[in-house]
């Protein structure tokens, strides 16, 4: 059972970037999908969340309007489509799959903002 996220990167500032969190060992068709960030000396923030049932996402506020998240159960796979990107946004990116008392987490992919 594991949760791999990948597509981070170094990206100017207003540049896009794209995260994908993969499953492997599990579906991730009934579970709900939460992106985190964790910047250095700050506590890890949700970013952004869809549920299982009817693909219904959350954002926080600071990515309203430049984040976009989505999910492809056919491959297994939740995006997180990030444009527009600022200096603030650089973070280390988790991925989170929640169901009932079950979570499983991705290990984490960094994204810096920087010119």
């Known amino acids: 059972v594991q949760l791999q996220a990948s597509g981070g990167g170094l990206v100017q500032p207003g540049g896009s970037l794209r995260l994908s969190c993969a499953a492997s060992g599990f579906s991730l068709d009934y579970y709900h999908i939460a992106w985190f960030r964790q910047a250095p000396g700050k506590e890890r923030e949700g970013v952004s969340c869809?549920?299982?049932?009817?693909?219904?996402?959350y954002y926080v506020d600071s990515v309203k309007g430049r984040f976009t998240v989505s999910r492809d159960n056919a491959k297994n796979t939740v995006y997180l489509q990030m444009n527009s990107l600022k200096p603030e946004d650089t973070a280390v990116y988790y991925c989170?799959?929640?169901?009932?008392?079950?979570?499983?987490w991705g290990q984490g992919t960094q994204v810096t903002v920087s010119s």
């Open positions: 869809i549920n299982h049932s009817d693909a219904k996402t």
């Open positions: 989170n799959a929640q169901r009932g008392g079950t979570n499983y």
